[in-house]
């Protein structure tokens, strides 16, 4: 008779419940955290609190309901959920087509890169790529680490392969050797003079095969969460050096379910206390 009675509906929703809870929940989500990082946090930040605990499906079922909840009229926000979503929807995935390689590209190919760089188990391993901006000539660069998924972001007006490889040795260039051993690129002209990066910072680049994003998937998916801050579109020359930071550090400064709920900071910083 009591499961009978818990199950009936409707029944008042956790989160409209709870103020506190809400709040919290309604704070994050406003970082652009999702509802897993969510409620992986609540745990560590409310050890003793059981009232202080909401499923990832609780959060989605909240927010999944139109035109009812606290929580969606509370956010007063265009979209809840990173992914813009209001509903669940079916993903479909298509096959990728493949090109042949450029010259420039001979001799670091993906299948001569060290075998240990297709695993995360040895640091170093970073992935990147440019996001382009409307404008087709403003980017930002972005490089993450395999192992940790941390993130740096540079702002560039334009991206001549002389600029961009310029830029790339500057953002390694007070990364410890043993952090920094390979970077996978795509087959982008922007890196048509990687050999000069190479010259500069002693880290050898490696190429996807064409029209293969998912050969460097972690760039691809920290790409995404980049595109929620600034939509495709984006006139990345009327975006600040400081905006940019900003979302840099929102992106370090979330909790990541790969990590076992550790923030790419926090993971790097590890990494970096041993290296020291």
Same mark, same amino acid.
């Given at each position: 008779? %009591?499961?009978? !009675?818990? /199950? &009936?509906? $409707?029944?008042? =929703?956790?989160?409209?419940?709870?103020?506190?809870?809400?709040?919290? #929940?309604?704070?994050?989500?406003?970082?652009?955290?999702?509802?897993?990082?969510?409620?992986?946090?609540?745990?560590?930040?409310?050890?003793?609190?059981?009232?202080?605990?909401?499923?990832?499906?609780?959060?989605?079922?909240?927010?999944?309901?139109?035109?009812?909840?606290?929580?969606?009229?509370?956010?007063?926000?265009?979209?809840?959920? %990173?992914?813009? !979503?209001? /509903? &669940?929807? $079916?993903?479909? =995935?298509?096959?990728?087509?493949?090109?042949?390689?450029?010259?420039? #590209?001979?001799?670091?190919?993906?299948?001569?890169?060290?075998?240990?760089?297709?695993?995360?188990?040895?640091?170093?391993?970073?992935?990147?790529?440019?996001?382009?901006?409307?404008?087709?000539?403003?980017?930002?660069?972005?490089?993450?680490?395999?192992?940790?998924?941390?993130?740096?972001?540079?702002?560039?007006?334009?991206?001549?392969?002389?600029?961009?490889?310029?830029?790339?040795?500057?953002?390694?260039?007070?990364?410890?050797?043993?952090?920094?051993?390979?970077?996978?690129?795509?087959?982008?002209?922007?890196?048509?003079?990687?050999?000069?990066?190479?010259?500069?910072?002693?880290?050898?680049?490696?190429?996807?095969?064409?029209?293969?994003?998912?050969?460097?998937?972690?760039?691809?998916?920290?790409?995404?969460?980049?595109?929620?801050?600034?939509?495709?579109?984006?006139?990345?020359?009327?975006?600040?050096?400081?905006?940019?930071?900003?979302?840099?550090?929102?992106?370090?400064?979330?909790?990541?379910?790969?990590?076992?709920?550790?923030?790419?900071?926090?993971?790097?910083?590890?990494?970096?206390?041993?290296?020291?």
């Amino acid at each position: 008779m %009591r499961a009978e !009675r818990t /199950a &009936r509906r $409707p029944k008042v =929703r956790k989160l409209d419940a709870n103020e506190h809870l809400r709040a919290c #929940v309604t704070d994050k989500l406003a970082l652009r955290w999702s509802p897993a990082q969510i409620s992986a946090q609540l745990v560590h930040d409310f050890p003793d609190g059981e009232k202080m605990r909401v499923s990832h499906e609780a959060i989605y079922q909240t927010l999944y309901v139109q035109g009812r909840g606290a929580q969606r009229q509370e956010l007063k926000l265009e979209k809840s959920l %990173r992914s813009g !979503r209001r /509903a &669940r929807l $079916p993903q479909s =995935r298509l096959a990728a087509k493949r090109g042949q390689n450029k010259s420039w #590209v001979e001799g670091c190919e993906l299948a001569k890169r060290p075998p240990e760089a297709d695993g995360r188990a040895v640091p170093g391993r970073w992935e990147g790529d440019l996001v382009i901006g409307g404008d087709r000539k403003s980017c930002l660069v972005t490089l993450v680490e395999r192992k940790t998924r941390f993130a740096l972001v540079r702002r560039l007006e334009m991206h001549p392969t002389d600029l961009v490889t310029s830029v790339l040795a500057d953002m390694v260039g007070d990364i410890p050797s043993a952090l920094m051993r390979t970077i996978t690129w795509d087959q982008g002209m922007e890196m048509a003079r990687h050999a000069d990066f190479t010259e500069k910072t002693g880290v050898k680049a490696c190429f996807c095969d064409p029209h293969s994003p998912w050969q460097r998937g972690t760039n691809e998916n920290t790409n995404g969460l980049i595109r929620d801050c600034f939509p495709k579109g984006t006139d990345f020359t009327k975006v600040t050096d400081e905006e940019v930071r900003e979302m840099q550090d929102q992106l370090n400064g979330r909790p990541r379910q790969t990590l076992g709920w550790k923030k790419p900071a926090e993971a790097y910083a590890e990494l970096l206390n041993k290296v020291a």
